[in-house]
């Protein structure tokens, strides 16, 4: 294995990460780990959108997080620099994979400093994801309302938005509720997730109010935020828009739909009378 990854160096990346997305915790598998850990091309490997899922590349790093507690810290050092990029520097959809793993791998504040000037970015997607993780992370309402004023691509603001979800503080608020009137239906949909979620009156309303709306996107993202609610009483309203003209309505409001549904079996304590099910499982056997 040590002669393959010295000579091979790409080939044996990739297989290594494939290898890890299955792997038991075998002493085999641990030596695999070691070797990967530092090796100068994992980072392009995991980043690759064509090699692996999210799902997978978080997975594996989160395993060599478990082993090396600077992995997140190195990574990030592998995204565009303020002074510009090396040969080895993520860009394109590499940066944006490697922005996501980041996100759900790095704890705390560890790579603000590292990553928050790509808010910035003159790639709009590159900078969407750098201002949702810096703004999770920061929870600072300048930082969102900057990002917001200076943001021309909308999913910059969008994300700047979704980065202070669950504070319910009164500048936030007032930052939601100006976001509300925003041109875009991205950031609207956003802040009236971030109102719910702090708890403003009569939000409920407004969101009613946005899914009968003559703009199909507005009434898209109306029945995609009544579905990150999770709220049951929005079932009545979301119902009739899975027979909207649009197709990219009527999708948002069946994805909501089964969401809630989900929710609600989970939330509901079992209605089924004692005994039912065993009755039925003992006629299931018998048959």
């Not at 739909?257 to 989970?266: D, F, G, P, T, W």
Request: proline share 6%; glycine share 6%; aromatic share 6%.
């Amino acid at each position: 294995m040590q002669r393959f990854a010295v000579y091979v160096p790409d080939l044996f990346a990739r297989m290594a990460v494939g290898m890890l997305v299955t792997a038991s915790n075998s002493p085999g598998y641990r030596y695999l780990e070691t070797l990967l850990v530092r090796h100068r091309s994992l980072f392009q490997q995991l980043s690759n959108p064509c090699g692996f899922t999210r799902p997978q590349a978080v997975l594996v790093s989160r395993r060599l997080m478990a082993l090396d507690p600077t992995f997140d810290i190195r990574f990030a050092h592998q995204l565009p620099a303020r002074n510009g990029a090396t040969p080895d520097t993520l860009l394109g959809q590499h940066a944006e994979r490697a922005l996501d793993i980041l996100d759900e791998i790095s704890a705390g504040r560890r790579v603000v400093p590292i990553v928050s000037h790509l808010a910035n970015h003159a790639d709009s997607k590159i900078s969407s994801k750098a201002a949702l993780l810096v703004g999770k992370r920061v929870q600072n309402v300048a930082f969102s309302r900057r990002l917001i004023a200076e943001g021309n691509d909308p999913r910059v603001r969008a994300n700047a938005i979704e980065g202070i979800w669950g504070d319910d503080t009164r500048p936030v608020r007032d930052l939601f509720r100006d976001c509300v009137r925003d041109c875009h239906n991205r950031v609207v949909g956003n802040a009236l997730v971030g109102l719910y979620l702090a708890g403003e009156e009569a939000i409920s309303d407004v969101m009613k109010r946005f899914a009968h709306d003559y703009k199909p996107d507005f009434r898209m993202s109306s029945a995609w935020a009544m579905g990150r609610t999770e709220d049951a009483d929005f079932i009545p309203t979301l119902s009739p828009l899975v027979q909207d003209d649009h197709p990219g309505v009527r999708a948002a409001a069946e994805r909501s739909l089964q969401n809630i549904r989900q929710i609600e079996k989970v939330r509901r304590p079992s209605e089924t009378p004692p005994g039912e099910n065993l009755s039925q499982s003992a006629s299931g056997d018998m048959l």
